[in-house]
């Protein structure tokens, strides 16, 4: 993440930090990844509909990504322009679980929980946010 786009993201997260809380990562991760055989039957049904003028393919959302050592911030980033979009999510860190990591050649991901509820978030990180991934992997327990 550059300069800029880091200020601005800081800059939309302090306000809504309480007292003594401090930023320990921020990062760019994609959520709700979209399988690759949705994507192909996705793109088949819109060529379909459309008399093969067109094809749509659904696309990960790219969102910032703020932990605290208290809570974890989700904003919709905004491609174009350097600041976020919106504040989607923002979840306390008690009692939160990760998956193992799935590493592969171009992406890693893990899925972040709470026992004993259904709801989970699977966020994704390119190749060059290992460390990054690696930070937040070391802050959140794996569960059991």
């Not at 300069?3 to 991760?29: C, H, K, Q, W």
């Not at 192909?40 to 969102?63: D, E, K, L, N, Q």
């Not at 991901?109 to 509820?117: D, F, K, Q, R």
Request: no cysteine; glycine share 4%; aromatic share 6%.
């Amino acid at each position: 993440m550059n300069g800029p786009r880091r200020r601005a993201l800081l800059a939309s997260v302090n306000p809504m930090l309480e007292p003594g809380e401090r930023i320990e990562l921020v990062t760019i991760v994609t959520t709700s990844p979209v399988s690759f055989g949705r994507t192909a039957a996705f793109a088949v049904a819109s060529a379909i509909v459309s008399g093969g003028t067109t094809t749509m393919a659904p696309a990960p959302t790219a969102m910032h990504l703020v932990m605290t050592d208290r809570r974890f911030f989700l904003f919709r980033a905004e491609p174009m322009l350097v600041w976020p979009r919106e504040l989607v999510m923002a979840f306390p860190r008690a009692g939160l679980v990760r998956s193992e990591i799935d590493d592969r050649k171009i992406n890693s991901s893990l899925i972040l929980s709470y026992p004993g509820h259904e709801q989970s978030l699977q966020l994704t990180f390119t190749a060059f946010n290992r460390k990054k991934r690696n930070q937040m992997a070391a802050a959140v327990p794996v569960a059991d």
